[in-house]
């Protein structure tokens, strides 16, 4: 079995990481650079940066954050999201030392970028994030949303990571709009349906608020990474506290 991954999430609007609940309402949670350097010596498998303001405010993602906190954080891999539109944005993040960048209202709006990033950089180096929420009217019961889920795009979410498969990402980072920050859990629900159409790895996002919660990301949301933002930013709880956990429940971590 490949070990499951933790990664916390770094949540970006000007300058600072911050944290909220079903995409609104945002706390501060300190500076990142601080973060990465935290979660550096905390275990953390990889660490993943959104720029949530990005796409709303009509700019690429700032790439001084990006290398500040991949400088920060050595040899731990970082994802970048967040204003990636097109090849040179994906070029400038690697170069700042980025590992993988990971696009949605992008994607979205233009399907093919994701087929030509993974044909020049390679599947495992992107990233399709879908944010999504629940929906009566789709097949899958959840609809893919945009611009930090300010758009409904009457696109079913399963089907849409189905076709972002074929187009050749190495990952797919479901978010459930309707657990973000509740601590309530996983949207199971939403998580395994895309995983269980997939063979691509899934992470699993939104909602993480107790030990259990990963627990079950893995079990019943059939996730093969598990991301985290506010337990992490909060110091609910360490990730090594989720890795033992997870380890005396059978799951295989990096301890």
């Given at each position: ?9 770094l ?10 609940v ?20 905390a ?6 940066m ?38 040179a ?48 009217e789709?097949?899958?019961?959840f609809e ?12 079913d979410?399963?089907?849409w ?16 709009m309707d ?51 506010s ?5 609910t ?16 971590v990096?301890?």
């Open positions: 079995m490949e070990h499951v991954t933790i990664i916390p999430c949540d970006m609007k000007d300058g600072r990481v911050v944290k909220g079903n995409f609104v309402d945002l706390r501060d949670a300190g500076d990142p650079v601080d973060n990465a350097a935290y979660y550096r010596e275990g953390a498998d990889e660490v993943a959104l720029d949530i303001a990005a796409t709303v405010e009509g700019r690429t993602t700032r790439v001084q954050w990006a290398r500040d906190v991949a400088a920060a954080l050595g040899d731990v891999p970082l994802t970048v999201g967040g204003g990636v539109n097109g090849l944005d994906i070029d400038a993040l690697l170069e700042a030392g980025v590992a993988k960048v990971s696009m949605n209202s992008a994607a979205v709006a233009r399907p093919e970028l994701v087929a030509e990033a993974a044909e020049r950089y390679g599947s495992d180096r992107i990233v399709v994030a879908i944010d999504g929420r629940r929906s009566g789709l097949p899958s019961g893919v949303v945009v611009s930090g889920g300010r758009k409904g795009t009457g696109i979410c399963v089907e990571a189905v076709r972002c498969e074929a187009l050749g990402a190495g990952t797919l980072l479901p978010t459930s657990g973000d920050g509740t601590l309530s859990g996983y949207d199971l629900d939403f998580t395994r349906a895309i995983a269980d159409a997939v063979e691509l790895p899934v992470i699993a996002s939104g909602g993480a608020g107790e030990l259990e919660h990963f627990y079950e990301g893995v079990t019943r949301g059939h996730a093969s990474a598990l991301l985290a933002a337990v992490f930013h909060f110091r709880f360490t990730i090594a506290q989720v890795k033992e956990y997870l380890a005396g429940r059978g799951i295989v990096r301890l």
